[in-house]
């Protein structure tokens, strides 16, 4: 068997990837029992006194919640910070539309919450592909971020007596969420980015809005500063600093259909791993449950309709197949809680990738719902004839009328229509405990590190995830960093190393103008988020994902001989924009692919079809596999490096939640 | 399937004088949203060679605040308390003509064909739009209890999405809903009280230094903002500025 097994891997490895043995790794965490990890590195950490801090430049591309609350964290301190957002105002980044809530260890629920279960529980959830250590200090961390949203103004629900309300999250069995209506990413968001104006306003901050990062500028193998492209203008321009700080979200947008916002990209990303930082599992997509379907071709996103619903929702689909009843004419007993069904223990609050994937087994099986037969039922019945209809619509009231809107369908007289989507992207670029990349000096922090969620993120942490980073690791992690510059002039943006970076983006603007062929950038985004759902989705398969590569081979063939853009580079050009974008993910599409492929179990989100228990559960192989997947860049076969995961305090154990 | 009439404002830059132009989509269905609708449009302009209509949008289901367009003289179109990314062609009769603009004030220019320039908002919110409270300052979360109905009233505030359709819907040209909104957010929370004449004054003067017009409380801010955000917090913040 195991002879059978490393035969198929050399096999694989010729085809599209190679393996370095030798590459040091170092994740830089430190020494001592867990749970003083975090404090010892604070004890030893080196510091830049207050009066030095002006003479560092620090940029930070990306201002949702990690980005905004690094920056406004950092220029706090005294740092000089240049933030870059895409988007018009770095209010609108998409960490804005986050619904149901943001998880804290406050235990004020009294029901049996600690530091500690909060990290088992992540951990888990993760199916114990993350560092315990960076887990456990997010876990450690949470507690003070209520504290701190709280006094930005923060409006979280609170109980009649004036206190802070909490609700449950999928994959936990205590009540650890705080939630601000269903729109606790935009009031986070709102706290994060007045704070970031505050220092904007002071000039501790200068922001620049509708910039997008096309390089990342490495000299001397450091970080020193990033190309980006102002969106109005056309204009590329060059921006050194000390530090550059990756705050870019996730680029599950990359299945062209997503909750994420149409500009959510990989690009950042991306061009940093091209100029040599490692990505690390970059395949572990989370597909988010509670979407709404898909309803025809001309669909652009596919919007979530928050997690929080499963508190009150039932999931549900018919027991006969093909059935044509209006879902408030089945009765009870034709009905299959499928959830309830097989997960008795955490019912409608099984964990995402669980969730989905059970989904995804009905409406494969032909129990689907809808229209176009991809949906399941979400129930609110029960949850209205034992608490009242008022209670129901305090609750979630916006989430019912935003359902309104979509569908003109009134969620609380017949169920809600859901399906999964891709949502998450649990992979993106390495970084050690310091949350510093493998480049010195260029930091990633949020969605778009691989850090804390392992396979699977648990629902509410990713809110948390990116405001630890940002409010709490980074302004700790990166003044060590800098103080090892000691005193260090701003680099030059003149070097040579700029100059090169302005000409490649610029002469790959112009190339991507000359092809004039006769396909939109939209149509060849469409189809690599087919591929993608396809073979690299919620389940995959060593043949599928083969095909998968091969296609995407030949669809980036043809991106470069028949896209069509209008218009040109030195202008606003909104489809240059986009077609940049796809440019990378066809590249990101394929390296998740081979990522997939080179993993030969199941993990969490990241379901092969050939691992699975009798019961349909992912199965893990912790001989092989307990390690991260990091990748250095090659567009024909990237290099996977392994950096093991030791687990000094939990054994990893199958993930059960029934 | 239905077909529909458009007559859009297209302007090349910030210079350009602008003008009309008429274009004509079908095959359009009815659970279409209106920017599905305008994708639509665009992919059948770029194939003929032509130059798409550049609009602003982003999440498209209503919370970011980057899309908004007047839609027959009404911004975000004929539905109350709905974002133009969250309008369906099925709000609008088969055949219609629509007359699609951008949001027009002094101080929000145009960019290009449907985009403005919105940055004055956050210049408004740098002006003290906040709570001055630094990363690690803060005190234990449940220290000061704050009534369940007190908070809900601060977040009909704070729902503010920063579209901007109240300004263009404002014959003056106010940003009073937009500013309003956030002074009233923060005063009626015990934590941003300490602030609050500073909030005040400040808030008031960068929003005339900006070009924006004043209130002359017309209300028809309050019926087009697509968070439904009401007029009582003009009132607040009037009373709040008198009394600095």
């Known amino acids: ?36 990890k975090w404090q010892h590195f604070k004890s030893n950490s080196r510091l830049v006194s207050p009066a030095n801090r002006k003479k560092y430049h620090i940029i930070v591309v990306g201002t949702g919640l990690a980005g905004a609350s690094a920056a406004a964290s950092l220029a706090e301190q005294g740092y000089n910070v240049s933030t870059f957002c895409f988007q018009d105002s770095p209010r609108r980044a998409h960490s804005v539309a986050a619904q149901g809530g943001v998880n804290a260890m406050k235990n004020y629920q009294n029901d049996g919450d600690s530091v500690f279960r909060m990290f088992y529980d992540t951990l888990k959830g993760g199916d114990f592909r993350a560092r315990e250590a960076n887990v456990y200090r997010l876990a450690e961390c949470s507690a003070h971020l209520i504290d701190q949203a709280v006094a930005q103004g923060v409006p979280f629900a609170r109980e009649y007596s004036g206190y802070l309300a909490n609700r449950s999250f999928g994959g936990v069995q205590v009540s650890r969420t705080f939630y601000a209506r269903g729109q606790t990413g935009q009031q986070l968001l709102l706290g994060a980015y007045q704070a970031m104006m505050r220092q904007v306003g002071l000039g501790k901050i200068k922001s620049y809005s509708r910039h997008e990062m096309l390089d990342l500028v490495v ?136 969730s989905s994937r059970a989904a995804k087994e009905r409406i494969d099986a032909g129990y689907g719902v809808g229209k176009m037969k991809n949906a399941v039922y979400l129930d609110f019945k029960d949850a209205i004839h034992a608490q009242g209809k008022e209670t129901i619509r305090k609750k979630y009231g916006n989430l019912f009328d935003m359902y309104h809107k979509i569908t003109a369908v009134d969620a609380y007289q017949s169920p809600m229509l859901i399906s999964p989507a891709a949502h998450f992207s649990m992979g993106g670029l390495w970084v050690d405990y310091e949350l510093g990349t493998n480049i010195p000096g260029l930091f990633a922090i949020g969605e778009a590190n691989f850090s804390d969620h392992g396979a699977n993120r648990l629902g509410a942490n990713s809110l948390l995830q990116a405001c630890v980073d940002g409010y709490y690791i980074l302004p700790y992690t990166l003044p060590h960093y800098l103080a090892a510059l000691s005193g260090e002039p701003v680099p030059s943006s003149r070097s040579e190393a700029f100059g090169i970076a302005e000409h490649e983006v610029n002469n790959s603007l112009q190339q991507l103008l000359t092809i004039q062929g006769t396909r939109t950038v939209d ?106 997947s990091c990748w250095k860049y090659d567009k024909q076969k990237p290099m996977l490096v392994k950096e093991p995961l030791q687990f000094e305090v939990v054994t990893p154990t199958e993930r059960n939640y029934k | 399937m239905m077909r529909f009439n458009l007559k859009i404002w297209r302007q090349q830059n910030p210079k350009d004088k602008g003008h009309f132009e008429t274009y004509t989509v079908d095959e359009v269905t009815p659970d279409m949203s209106f920017l599905e609708m305008l994708d639509k449009l665009n992919e059948a302009l770029i194939i003929e060679g032509k130059s798409p209509v550049a609009f602003d949008h982003d999440c498209r289901e209503g919370i970011c605040g980057q899309c908004g367009v007047m839609i027959n003289g009404r911004a975000h179109g004929p539905l109350n308390q709905t974002s133009t990314c969250q309008l369906h062609m099925r709000s609008f009769i088969d055949g219609q003509e629509i007359t699609i603009e951008p949001f027009r004030a002094r101080a929000f220019p145009v960019k290009k064909d449907l985009k403005v320039d919105r940055s004055a908002f956050d210049q408004i919110i740098a002006k003290g739009g906040y709570i001055s409270v630094n990363t690690g300052q803060a005190p234990e979360a449940n220290h000061t209890l704050i009534p369940s109905e007190q908070v809900e009233e601060a977040f009909d505030a704070a729902s503010c999405i920063g579209c901007g359709a109240c300004v263009a819907s404002c014959k003056n040209a106010s940003a009073a809903l937009f500013t309003a909104a956030k002074i009233s957010h923060l005063h009626k929370l015990p934590q941003g009280q300490p602030e609050g004449p500073f909030r005040v004054k400040q808030l008031v003067k960068a929003m005339d230094d900006l070009g924006f017009g004043a209130c002359s409380n017309t209300g028809a801010c309050e019926v087009e903002c697509p968070q439904g955000i009401s007029i009582s917090h003009i009132a607040l913040m009037n009373r709040l500025y008198f009394k600095t």
């Open chain 1, 1 to 36: 068997m195991n002879s059978l097994l490393s035969i198929t891997l050399t096999e694989m490895n010729t085809a599209s990837f190679s393996i370095d043995a030798n590459y040091h790794l170092d994740a830089k965490v430190p020494p001592g029992p867990l749970e003083q």
């Open chain 1, 219 to 354: 000299e001397d193998g450091m970080a020193k500063g990033i190309i980006a492209r102002n969106l109005d203008t056309g204009e590329l321009g060059r921006y050194a600093a000390h530090a550059v700080v990756l705050a870019t979200g996730g680029f599950g947008k990359i299945y062209y259909l997503s909750t994420l916002a149409m500009g959510c990209n990989g690009t950042a990303i991306w061009r940093a791993h091209k100029r040599g930082a490692l990505t690390a599992c970059p395949s572990w997509t989370q597909i988010h449950p509670t979407c709404l379907p898909q309803s025809g071709s001309h669909q652009s996103k596919l919007t979530l309709m928050s997690e929080s619903l499963r508190n009150d929702g039932r999931i549900w689909v018919p027991k006969r197949k093909n059935e044509s009843r209006a879902p408030i004419d089945i009765p009870e007993e034709e009905r299959d809680y499928y959830l309830e069904r097989r997960y008795p223990a955490f019912g409608n609050l099984a964990p995402r990738d669980i």
């Open chain 1, 523 to 628: 149509d060849f985004h469409r189809e690599l988020g087919k591929i993608l759902y396809d073979k690299c989705g919620l389940i995959r398969s060593e043949n599928g994902l083969k095909e998968a590569i091969k296609e995407i081979d030949e669809l980036m063939g043809e991106f470069y001989q028949n896209l069509k853009i209008p218009g040109r580079h030195d202008e606003m050009n909104d489809e240059l924009e986009k077609a940049g974008r796809v440019a990378d993910y066809l590249e990101i599409g394929k390296e998740m692919c081979i990522d997939a492929l080179s993993r030969n179990e199941s993990c969490g989100a990241h379901f092969r079809e050939e691992h699975q228990t009798p019961e349909g559960e992912a199965l893990r192989n912790d001989k092989e596999f307990q390690y991260t």
